[in-house]
């Protein structure tokens, strides 16, 4: 039988927060609204302590570096693109041009992973995002 030692006690506790970091992180994500601490508890199956814990680590992350943001008011978190960027949110939303579902979300992996690259996307999304890419350089949605 193996003995658990201090270390590998602290790799666990570590593979579970970055776990709870990412379910917390994906309903954020798809939600597109506030979602209250009860509802997220609710989502994730996190105890409010967990809840809050990765709550604040999103926070951090998405603090600098990124497009995106993790927004509190009071009781209620929402994952939202940042006030700098909100012209091009604008420009989607009220433009003539319809996106198909997967240019749609090949958009929202830009938006979310952004800085990144076009072989990184390529990489994800397939080889149909170098004509995503295009039409959105086109529209300058984003910047080559």
């Known amino acids: 039988m193996f003995d658990i030692t201090r270390e590998t006690q602290e790799e666990i506790d570590n593979a579970r927060d970055v776990e709870n970091l990412k379910k ?13 601490a009860q509802e997220l508890v609710a989502l994730t199956d996190l105890n409010p302590i967990l809840l809050n814990q990765a ?15 993790v927004v509190n008011k009071g009781d209620l978190w929402k994952m939202d693109v940042k006030n700098e960027y909100m012209d091009i949110v604008n420009r ?39 004509d995503h890419i295009k039409k959105f350089l086109s529209l300058g949605l984003v910047k080559g």
Not at 55 to 69: I, R, T
């Open 24 to 36: 917390v992180e994906a309903a954020l994500f798809i939600a597109g609204k506030f979602l209250s």
């Open 92 to 130: 989607l939303a009220s433009g003539s041009e319809e996106f198909s579902k997967a240019e749609q979300e090949t958009l929202a992996v830009i938006a979310h992973k952004n800085p990144i690259t076009q072989s990184k996307i390529v990489q994800m999304r397939g080889n149909k995002s170098y």
């Open 55 to 69: 709550l604040q680590a999103l926070q951090e992350k998405y603090n600098d570096g990124s497009a995106v943001e």
